[in-house]
């Protein structure tokens, strides 16, 4: 791989960083390892990636990749277990725990557990039992006794975790199968010649994976050469209960829980993928077409998962926009009938009666106004301006509204010479900030309404003002 | 298209029924989608519209009469659909359509996933004697991926979610909980079927 002879290298912390910031590059190093059953990857492979990722990203990262994936600066951090040459080819060995790390990030990367695997797990669990309950050779109380314990919670912490990712990695079987059966479900000849492929995939996965782990964590299970896991526990619980150690029998009781937790989503997708098996080709199309375009949405989704905590609401990367686009509830004209009832009535009073007392505040400004030079862009000219409107929306009766800007607009429009949108900025940062918070409970609405000035519309969130105590300023 | 139609002998708003018109109207300015068929609750069965035939057939007369209040009349022939849009709507009014496309395609999406994993066919999904049951709905309420995409989509609930496509005839009730797909809603899916096939 490129190694550039720099001085400079990153600190362990630093370097997990940058991976995790680019995790697609080890992402991409992990599922080829996997591919290939290798513990390593070659300097060449792991070059070429971290080569066509560099191709995405700025100069200055460019160079802390440059300087995080050199050799040095991975085995000084203590990235790479080892490094060894064979047949000229330089392999690197990575830490199984940062490894671990990315699998844990995405769900995708972590292997399933084998039927191996599970019964070696399995054989440990009995040795220990064994172990515990030969009380001859382990007293209560020996050091013996006291590290079997341990070696016990560990193991049992162990088996809950790898089977947790598991299931969360079985969850996304959904996505596995569309892309097994991509061809096949394009065509009919396609499906013939494919469908003997992904049969024996399905099937792999099926019996080698889900299977297994599914008839691990069956408590019904019968298993020749010993008892099943939950029967185990139950054991340990009685040897526990039996030297009155109550906490630990209590945390057995809690994994005996924990563990038949698990089974039951892994009992559906084993469901699902039973009946994918008998699929035609014209539903495994449709399960292929719903599947990716639901990877779509869950895509959409998980970007309000990111660190932006303003984005809470799903985006419409997904939605297509030929379907129904523009349907939504339209509003119906309104009638603008003069009504007869009393409430109307005053309404329109009320209405005539703020006019006059707005026409009468300019009146008594009226000297004011006029001793200010309301075209000048001055600074000061201006500052006496607001300090005019100021003092005019002093005046001015407050009243509850549902669009203070409409209000405010229609009101003082008519009052100043000269009025512009500087003006009506002024005024509503009056009311709000120093009038209203005393007097009334201001609501900013999540809707826009528009306002025009000058043959331009300006588009602005509504605020209604609710007037919470009688008086007047 | 309107305009060569403008001769008085083929635009005829005469024979227009008045209340089936109002009807017509209502439906659409409540933001619903008119199907060719609808689900008839008392017989249990689907049954022929007379709104969708008559706008079928005046086709020309309402183009024209929702052209002039500042709509336009859409037609989807595959799903056998009307609904209006707001003809030069501003950038505030298009975020409410674009939050209702976002609802309304998460919803079925997800209701067509589900569907393609548990049967053979979506197919029976648009059919008032499958469609989705009590048991359906379970699994679906069950389901903690569904559930987090319903909230983010801005649903409380799936029977929350379903409610807001039956009002927009997305989707029927045909029972106490059971539901199905109208033609709108089943052209949505089949619609994602035939591009991923084409693609």
């Known amino acids: ?473 | 298209m309107i305009k060569s139609q403008l001769d008085e002998d083929v635009i005829n708003f005469k024979t227009i029924p008045f209340e089936q018109s109002v009807g017509i109207y209502r439906e659409f300015v409540n933001g619903r989608v008119v199907t060719k068929l609808m689900f008839d609750s008392i017989s249990g069965e689907m049954k022929e519209n007379v709104a969708f035939s008559l706008l079928f057939n005046k086709r020309f007369e309402f183009e024209l009469l929702y052209k002039l209040i500042g709509f336009s009349l859409e037609f989807h022939e595959k799903g056998d659909f009307f609904f209006v849009k707001a003809v030069g709507v501003n950038s505030s009014e298009d975020d409410i359509s674009d939050s209702n496309a976002v609802k309304i395609q998460a919803c079925l999406l997800m209701l067509g996933r589900y569907y393609a994993t548990v049967s053979i066919s979506i197919e029976q999904l648009g059919m008032c004697q499958f469609g989705i049951n009590e048991s359906d709905l379970d699994k679906l309420r069950a389901n903690i991926e569904f559930n987090s995409i319903l909230k983010s989509a801005g649903f409380k609930s799936w029977d929350d979610a379903l409610r807001f496509i039956t009002e927009r005839n997305f989707a029927f009730k045909s029972g106490k909980s059971t539901y199905f797909l109208s033609s709108a809603g089943m052209h949505y899916l089949n619609n994602l079927v035939g591009e991923y096939s084409n693609s």
């Open chain 1, 1 to 473: 791989m490129a190694v550039r002879f720099n001085k400079e290298r990153y600190s362990t912390i630093e370097t997990i960083k940058i991976l995790l910031n680019h995790s697609q590059i080890m992402e991409r190093a992990i599922s080829r390892m996997d591919k290939a059953g290798e513990r390593f990857i070659s300097e060449v492979d792991l070059g070429v990636i971290v080569l066509d990722y560099k191709e995405k990203v700025g100069p200055t990262e460019k160079t802390r990749l440059e300087v995080a994936f050199s050799l040095r600066n991975l085995l000084e951090s203590n990235i790479l277990a080892d490094k060894d040459t064979i047949d000229g080819v330089t392999r690197y060995m990575f830490q199984e725990s940062v490894l671990g790390l990315f699998r844990l990030c995405n769900a995708s990367l972590f292997q399933e557990l084998t039927d191996s695997k599970l019964k070696s797990l399995l054989a440990s669990l009995w040795r220990l039992e064994s172990v515990l309950s030969d009380r001859s050779k382990t007293p209560y109380g020996s050091f013996d006794f006291k590290e079997s314990v341990d070696e016990l919670f560990s193991q049992l912490a162990t088996l809950q975790g790898s089977l947790q990712r598991n299931v969360e990695r079985m969850k996304s079987v959904g996505a596995e199968l569309e892309s097994m059966t991509t061809e096949a479900s394009k065509g009919a000849v396609a499906f013939a010649s494919s469908r003997g492929e992904y049969l024996s995939k399905i099937t792999h996965l099926f019996e080698r994976h889900i299977q297994p782990t599914q008839t691990f964590l069956n408590p019904k299970t019968r298993i020749e050469e010993g008892p099943n896991l939950f029967e185990l526990l139950v054991v340990f619980r009685d040897i526990f209960d039996s030297l009155e150690m109550s906490s630990e029998a209590i945390l057995i009781s809690r994994s005996y829980l924990g563990f038949g937790n698990v089974f039951k989503p892994i009992d559906q997708v084993a469901e699902d993928v039973g009946k994918f098996i008998y699929k035609t080709r014209k539903s495994i199309a449709e399960y292929n077409a719903l599947e990716s375009a639901y990877q779509n949405l869950v895509a959409s989704y998980q970007k309000t998962l990111s660190a932006d905590l303003r984005r809470s609401k799903i985006g419409n990367e997904f939605v297509d926009h030929h379907f129904a686009h523009g349907l939504k509830r339209h509003s119906r004209p309104l009638p603008h009938a003069v009504g007869d009832s009393p409430a109307y009535i005053r309404a329109v009073v009320n209405e005539i009666d703020t006019m006059a007392d707005d026409a009468l505040c300019v009146d008594r400004y009226k000297d004011v106004i006029d001793g200010v030079d309301w075209c000048s862009t001055e600074t000061v000219e201006r500052i006496k301006r607001i300090e005019v409107i100021k003092g005019l929306l002093v005046e001015l009766r407050i009243r509850d509204t549902v669009d203070l800007a409409k209000d405010l607009h229609g009101r003082i429009h008519s009052l100043l010479p000269f009025y512009s949108l500087v003006d009506l900025f002024a005024a509503i940062r009056i009311f709000e900030s120093e009038f209203l918070p005393k007097i009334a409970r201001i609501t900013k609405l999540n809707f826009f309404s528009e306002i025009e000035f000058n043959e331009y519309r300006y588009s602005y969130r509504i605020t209604r003002v609710n007037i919470i105590s009688g008086e007047n300023l």
